[in-house]
């Protein structure tokens, strides 16, 4: 065989489909492989770049490939789509991935090892089990309405509503039943995630650059530890305002002719990670409002709520949060709150 200039490979569960060219841009490597003949086929090929999107299993083929000698590079979903051609095959789609592997203003997904991965997971479990729990506790409440019982705001008022309709005797027995069922997941639900929390309080103390985002005022241990786990290589941005992009914080353009158009938040990037950081802000927005002197308030945070709602003075914070953080991963400094404070004579 020729020798190969990159390889664009489009994956799936059991078919991998190869698109390679040469040095000079001529196809000379269209092949089809099945996901056992994958290892062999690299194995005996000479070192080359092999291109790859970013979706389910890329980062473990990113890292057998790459133990195999091979550069790996990753490419978002979103960014291989242009390249595609009319119609839609596993053949075009690993062309439209070596031809954006190509283009030298590319920006790849860096690779994820195992361990960040294994990391990941807990994070997600969380999540799943936090998502479980609001929707559990939202059916308890619509079917208390039911028979006119409600209850305040809050998860805290979840389990004294259960009691409550466990003891009233105005409900069926049948009803009563059910909802001593509910009671027992709702336990059940709330002891797994109560693990889970003390495993990820673990992993972010056992983290060294999760420990120095904690001290950002709006991070806590949960917030930091998704942000060290879920930022694989903050070098990767060259700003801080570009990781603000990535995490969809930054507002919508539509510039033309001269004229800035700015819009909301774009929105992009990780939903669960964006929101924490706005739930993060919208804490600290409200301890400001209480009380203007507290440890967390800046000049610039007050001069904000003045003129701004204090839902956009969140979300304009949580943007700065995220710039505040990936200026403390890209140089290893800690955190310094006397920075935001006006400075006295």
């Known amino acids: 065989m020729e020798q190969l200039s990159r390889i664009g490979m489009d994956t799936s569960k059991h078919i991998f489909q190869l698109h390679g060219v040469d040095g000079a841009e001529r196809v000379i490597l269209r092949r089809k492989l099945r996901r056992k003949e994958v290892p062999g086929f690299f194995g005996a090929l000479a070192p080359t770049v092999v291109g790859l999107e970013a979706c389910g299993g890329a980062h473990y083929w990113a890292r057998e490939l790459t133990r195999l000698g091979h550069t790996v590079r990753l490419i978002a979903p979103q960014y291989v789509k242009p390249y595609v051609k009319r119609g839609k095959n596993d053949a075009a789609d690993a062309e439209a991935i070596c ?85 027992r997941e709702y336990a059940g639900l709330k002891t797994r995630l109560d693990a889970i929390d003390a495993k990820l309080l673990a992993w972010h103390r056992a983290n060294e650059l999760s420990r120095r985002l904690a001290q950002i005022h709006g991070l806590g241990a949960v917030i930091a530890s998704l ?40 929105r992009a990037g990780d939903e669960t990670l964006r929101s924490l950081l706005v739930v993060g802000a919208t804490a600290v927005v409200w301890q400001v409002r209480r009380n203007p002197h507290c440890r967390c308030a800046s000049p610039w945070l007050i001069a904000l709520l003045k003129r701004k709602p204090p839902k956009l003075a969140a979300v304009a914070l949580a943007n700065k949060i995220a710039r505040i953080a990936w200026k403390l991963m890209t140089t290893g400094e800690t955190y310094d709150a006397r920075r935001t404070l006006p400075t006295t004579v």
Do not use: C
């Not at 729990?133 to 389990?159: H, M, S």
């Not at 509503?161 to 003891?167: E, G, I, K, V």
């Not at 570009?242 to 002719?257: C, E, I, R, V, Y």
């Open 227 to 266: 942000l060290a786990m879920k930022t694989t290589d903050p070098h990767a941005f060259r700003s801080g305002r570009q990781f603000a992009a990535w995490l969809g914080l930054t507002p919508k353009d539509h510039s033309t002719a001269g004229k800035t158009r700015l819009g909301v938040i774009t």
């Open 99 to 183: 031809e954006a592997m190509s283009r030298p203003t590319m920006r790849f997904v860096a690779v994820k090892s195992a361990e960040s991965q294994a990391a990941l997971m807990l994070a997600g479990m969380r999540d799943r089990l936090v998502r479980d729990r609001v929707r559990l506790a939202n059916a308890i409440r619509g079917y208390a309405a039911e028979f006119g019982v409600v209850a305040a705001k809050g998860q805290a008022n979840i389990e004294p509503l259960l009691l409550r309709l466990q003891a009233d005797e105005t409900i069926p027995a049948l009803a009563r039943e059910l909802f001593a069922e509910h009671a």
